[in-house]
């Protein structure tokens, strides 16, 4: 995975789609993460997540020339970064209840 900030310096490239489906992180639904596709020259594109504009965000490193299947792919690194989080969010539950006791 790439690492950048969206609309950002250190962005691969200029031009972006957000995927219409979303993924959300915390148990309110107040927070989403984005699919994402970067359009290279010549159509081409990179896949990944983005938790919004001047955020963290991430593309895998496979170029696709099929939109479609760099869609289908945001879609599946963007339920997987929502479910680390998800994870992630839970184990720090834990650990302040935890702290409190």
Same mark, same amino acid.
């Given at each position: 995975?790439?690492?950048?900030?969206?609309?950002?310096?250190?962005?691969?490239?200029?031009?972006?789609?957000?995927?219409?489906?979303?993924?959300?992180?915390?148990?309110?639904?107040?927070?989403?993460?984005?699919?994402?596709?970067? +359009? +290279?020259?010549?159509?081409?594109? +990179?896949?990944?997540?983005?938790?919004?504009?001047?955020? *963290?965000?991430?593309?895998?490193?496979?170029?696709?020339?099929?939109?479609?299947?760099?869609?289908?792919?945001?879609?599946?690194?963007?339920?997987?970064?929502?479910?680390?989080?998800?994870?992630?969010?839970?184990? *720090?539950?834990?650990?302040? +209840?935890?702290?409190? *006791?």
């Amino acid at each position: 995975m790439h690492i950048f900030y969206l609309d950002d310096v250190g962005m691969p490239c200029n031009r972006y789609e957000l995927i219409a489906k979303r993924w959300y992180y915390d148990a309110n639904q107040d927070n989403p993460i984005h699919g994402v596709i970067l +359009l +290279l020259p010549h159509r081409r594109f +990179l896949a990944g997540y983005t938790f919004g504009k001047h955020m *963290s965000s991430g593309v895998d490193t496979v170029v696709f020339t099929d939109k479609t299947e760099a869609i289908l792919h945001a879609e599946e690194c963007t339920r997987i970064q929502a479910e680390e989080m998800q994870d992630y969010q839970a184990a *720090s539950d834990e650990e302040e +209840l935890g702290d409190l *006791s």
